[in-house]
């Protein structure tokens, strides 16, 4: 190999390596955020869904996406909450009897702080881009399937119950779906808490969503445009 066929190797060795450094730190997280939602059916679809039920530990849930309201029953603690998730306002009945305003208050803040959670756990792939969430994309890894994955930081500014928290998602380059997530417990973390599947993807009216991928849920999800509303009013609306 003469001397310019070894300088003209170097230089294209070099260039290659810039081209591959510069792919991986210019990915755009807005534009890796809309081909997950493109790829699970569409925000249009997702905010045309009204009404979502599912299970997640020992709660149920149900959901107006459009009002707000939340109906979460908690039967280890003999316990129905009545909340509108943006008012804070609502009924709460223990043991099948109706709480006062007083001993209600309580049991609203912790149901629409479970509902923030349970509800996470479902739609967080819709809610990467909601006000006070920071995306950075930080890396590209293999997943266990050997499929590689880029990876997303989430990190939060005055919204959620845990604003100290950090999380990694994985979206698989192959489809565009999240199939992993990490939790760190503080931003500054450098362990997560947890790494877990975030996969099972199945039809749930014009969206695909994840469910029954753990133990803790969340599961038996269903997705309705109509609904017996009493659901949100009442201990009893059969």
Do not use: C
């Amino acid at each position: 190999m003469t001397l310019s066929t070894t300088l003209s190797f170097v230089i294209a060795l070099v260039f290659l390596s810039f081209s591959t450094s510069t792919a991986q730190t210019s990915k755009n997280p807005a534009a890796m955020v809309q081909q997950i939602e493109t790829a699970m059916g569409g925000v249009e679809n997702y905010n045309n869904i009204k009404f979502i039920t599912w299970d997640f530990a020992k709660r149920k849930l149900y959901w107006n996406k459009w009002t707000g309201d939340v109906r979460i029953e908690s039967p280890k603690d003999t316990l129905v909450v009545l909340v509108n998730v943006n008012t804070v306002k609502g009924k709460v009945f223990k043991n099948n009897e109706l709480l006062n305003e007083n001993a209600a208050k309580k049991w609203l803040n912790k149901g629409k702080n479970w509902w923030i959670n349970d509800s996470y756990w479902l739609v967080m792939p819709w809610k990467l881009q909601d006000p006070g969430v920071t995306l950075k994309y930080v890396k590209t890894e293999a997943l266990e399937n050997g499929n590689i994955a880029d990876v997303l930081q989430l990190t939060f500014t005055d919204v959620g119950v845990t604003p100290e928290n950090k999380y990694h998602i994985f979206v698989d380059q192959t489809d565009n779906l999240i199939k992993q997530w990490s939790f760190f417990t503080n931003f500054n973390d450098d362990t997560p808490r947890f790494t877990m599947p975030w996969d099972n993807y199945q039809n749930a009216g014009n969206i695909l969503l994840s469910f029954n991928r753990s133990k803790f849920g969340p599961k038996n999800v269903v997705v309705a445009q109509a609904y017996n509303e009493r659901v949100f009013t009442d201990l009893n609306y059969d």
